[in-house]
């Protein structure tokens, strides 16, 4: 199972937002160049840089940024925010990244999703963005009509392999990972799935770690580690 340490962006900075709230910002650091080294110097080998502008506001406007952590780190690095383009998806990948997130075109447009695993296969995943049994889209302020499971499901069917799997009511909350919620998108039958949302002890990394041969590949972990709740070496032995 692999550790993804988040790096969130909003404004050039490196941020958490509680549930994905805009206004309630917290700031961490002024430097992702220098967060993404620190934190591959401690051992990571893939980051999560996700783009909170573009997720508001639909344009993945920090991307430069995310180009001079991919260039600088040495890590392999995964995008998303704000890709809702076939343009921003190939500047994404022509940037370096290793693989690009979907979240609202996939609630939106099937059709986007199909083309580009098509074109980009393993490169591409989705994100299942949810918040009380709904999937919820644009910087996980809008609700969708689709179940978690569902929106799983038609990916899958259009080739998609890896899932993110987010559970947005506990996403920085240190509240531990939503089980039932994961094993929902489990029993759809995904090949690899990425868990977010709520990790906060080296005991939340064991529990999603016994799930990983029903397809749990990995986690995104954020707060944890910028509160040091969690030391990053720790965490990627107990993975």
Request: glycine share 10%; aromatic share 4%.
């Amino acid at each position: 199972m692999i550790l993804l340490p988040a790096i969130d962006l909003l404004d050039g900075q490196v941020v958490r937002l509680p549930q994905g709230r805009r206004d309630q910002v917290t700031v961490y650091s002024k430097d992702p160049v220098g967060v993404a080294r620190r934190w591959v110097q401690a051992g990571a080998t893939w980051l999560h840089v996700v783009d909170l502008n573009g997720a508001f506001d639909g344009a993945y406007t920090n991307l430069p940024l995310a180009k001079q952590v991919i260039a600088s780190c040495g890590a392999k690095v995964e995008l998303s925010g704000g890709i809702r383009t076939k343009e921003t998806l190939a500047r994404a990948l022509d940037a370096g990244a290793s693989r690009v997130v979907l979240g609202t075109k996939a609630c939106e447009d099937p059709a986007f999703v199909q083309e580009a695993a098509d074109r980009y296969g393993p490169k591409i995943a989705v994100a299942i963005d949810a918040k009380a049994g709904q999937v919820v889209s644009r910087g996980w302020v809008s609700q969708t009509a689709l179940t978690p499971a569902a929106l799983a499901r038609s990916v899958m069917m259009l080739g998609v392999e890896t899932l993110i799997c987010t559970d947005v009511s506990r996403d920085g909350m240190l509240q531990g990972p939503n089980l039932e919620l994961l094993q929902q998108v489990l029993d759809v039958g995904v090949r690899q799935l990425i868990a977010s949302g709520g990790i906060a002890t080296l005991e939340d990394l064991r529990r999603l770690k016994a799930l990983e041969p029903r397809g749990v590949a990995g986690c995104i972990v954020g707060k944890a580690l910028y509160e040091g709740k969690i030391e990053l070496k720790e965490a990627i032995a107990a993975c």
